[in-house]
């Protein structure tokens, strides 16, 4: 096929009788592409491509990904030899809400997009708004359907959002949030477990179904001890909802008293409800029951970190880290790798191009190696597993530009 380039370099060549493009110094002529990454592993799960290649990226877009592109048809060029070459790592799950310096903190592991879980609500959201505006990452935003976003009552005994009732569950306040940030809120967010929610859980959902339904946006509920059983919480979600904390222990998790998962949890994932990991830091998760739900066949759709400021220095550390966690678990790397790009792409609308590097979708890319050592992973109950292998974060590109 004649691209415009060859037309162009054909025509000038006739008309001067001689390739006189081509003999024109390369700072003239202008390279072909911004950027090349040559000689990783490329792993981009929504296309399919798990091989070696190199990726060429122009005007902040991917422009071509194959073997052997040379490094002088692009300006700058990335050595990724020995590495994994994925789409920007997309963490659907954390709490940017404490300190600006998270944001680039975050970026620096490989995040490119992350979404707030619901740090705050109707009455505070203009605090993470400004976090978002100024994240070098993509943030977006979970409003909590608790106008305080995470009660920060310093009461250890009514720190929940609705220990006290209803009242902080106001449905037009959310609904009029929601509408004056379209542009950060993605999603609203209610926590339901007995220590947030005491026995109100169904009545809070359905007040956050309430509130959300008008602009279309899907809920993340926080799952596990709650007062409800979970098949009574899923009845209320709708399609695109999303359960996070899904390898929650009993009480009221996703499974049966003798450990198998329950037919309403498998229908639910059926009917489109989205179950994701959420590491955190207390009672969202053991390693047994992520072992025996991942041997069921109930594996997360996403991988996310709940990461606040104190998961920077203990159990969660970073996406990376967490991800690590599955393949200790025996999790293809592969699939590993969906959850944390063309999974979480597909759990918000507004995510759906990202996740990917299909030609011409934002260059937002990750490099990874794969390294191996002795390395000890706890749950959140300070169970320890040792790993063979760890992933870390060695390059990362943001609109085609690397950053770090
Ligand atoms: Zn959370």
């Given at each position: 096929?004649?691209?415009?380039?060859?037309?162009?370099?054909?025509?000038?060549?006739?008309?001067?009788?001689?390739?006189?493009?081509?003999?024109?110094?390369?700072?003239?002529?202008?390279?072909?592409?911004?950027?090349?990454?040559?000689?990783?592993?490329?792993?981009?799960?929504?296309?399919?491509?798990?091989?070696?290649?190199?990726?060429?990226?122009?005007?902040?877009?991917?422009?071509?990904?194959?073997?052997?592109i040379p490094a002088e048809s692009a300006t700058e060029s990335l050595d990724a030899r020995g590495q994994l070459v994925v789409p920007g790592l997309i963490d659907i799950h954390l709490h940017?809400?404490?300190?600006?310096?998270?944001?680039?903190?975050?970026?620096?592991?490989?995040?490119?997009?992350?979404?707030?879980?619901?740090s705050r609500g109707a009455d505070n959201l203009a605090q993470v708004v400004e976090i978002a505006r100024n994240a070098p990452n993509r943030m977006r935003i979970l409003i909590n359907i608790s106008r305080l976003g995470n009660n920060p009552n310093p009461d250890p005994a009514r720190r929940g959002e609705f220990m006290d009732g209803l009242e902080l569950a106001d449905v037009a306040k959310a609904r009029?949030?929601?509408?004056?940030?379209?542009?950060?809120?993605?999603?609203?967010?209610?926590?339901?477990?007995?220590?947030?929610?005491?026995?109100?859980?169904?009545?809070?959902?359905?007040?956050?179904?309430?509130?959300?339904?008008?602009?279309?946006?899907?809920?993340?509920?926080?799952?596990?001890?709650?007062?409800?059983?979970?098949?009574?919480?899923?009845?209320?979600?709708?399609?695109?909802?999303?359960?996070t904390h899904l390898y929650?222990?009993?009480?009221?998790?996703?499974?049966?008293?003798?450990?198998?998962?329950?037919?309403?949890?498998?229908?639910?994932?059926?009917?489109?409800?989205?179950?994701?990991?959420?590491?955190?830091?207390?009672?969202?998760?053991?390693?047994?029951?992520?072992?025996?739900?991942?041997?069921?066949?109930?594996?997360?759709?996403t991988i996310s970190t709940d990461l606040e400021v104190g998961g920077r220095s203990e159990q969660v550390f970073d996406l990376p880290t967490v991800m690590s966690k599955f393949l200790l678990l025996g999790m293809p790397l592969r699939q590993v790798v969906a959850c944390v790009t063309a999974n979480a792409a597909r759990s918000f609308g507004e995510f759906r191009d990202l996740g990917s590097l299909r030609k011409g979708a934002a260059a937002d890319v990750t490099l990874l190696e794969l390294t191996k050592?002795?390395?000890?992973?706890?749950?959140?109950?300070?169970?320890?597993?040792?790993?063979?292998?760890k992933l870390v974060t060695r390059a990362v590109v943001v609109a085609g530009k690397r950053v770090v």
């Open positions: 096929m004649m691209t415009r380039r060859t037309l162009l370099r054909t025509s000038l060549r006739t008309a001067a009788g001689l390739p006189a493009l081509l003999s024109l110094p390369r700072s003239l002529r202008g390279a072909e592409f911004d950027l090349v990454i040559r000689d990783g592993h490329v792993i981009d799960p929504a296309q399919n491509i798990d091989r070696p290649a190199d990726v060429a990226i122009r005007a902040g877009r991917i422009a071509l990904i194959r073997p052997h940017a809400r404490d300190s600006t310096l998270l944001p680039p903190e975050i970026l620096s592991t490989g995040v490119t997009s992350m979404v707030d879980g619901g009029a949030a929601i509408e004056q940030n379209r542009q950060w809120v993605m999603g609203m967010k209610a926590r339901l477990s007995r220590n947030i929610a005491a026995n109100h859980d169904l009545e809070v959902l359905r007040l956050a179904v309430q509130a959300a339904t008008p602009s279309g946006i899907p809920i993340m509920i926080h799952m596990g001890d709650t007062a409800s059983p979970l098949p009574e919480i899923l009845k209320i979600l709708r399609p695109g909802d999303i359960v929650a222990p009993p009480p009221h998790g996703i499974q049966d008293d003798a450990g198998r998962i329950l037919p309403e949890v498998r229908a639910a994932r059926r009917r489109g409800i989205r179950f994701d990991f959420g590491n955190g830091r207390t009672e969202h998760w053991t390693w047994a029951v992520a072992q025996s739900a991942l041997a069921q066949g109930f594996p997360p759709d050592g002795t390395f000890n992973f706890v749950d959140n109950y300070k169970g320890m597993r040792t790993g063979m292998q």
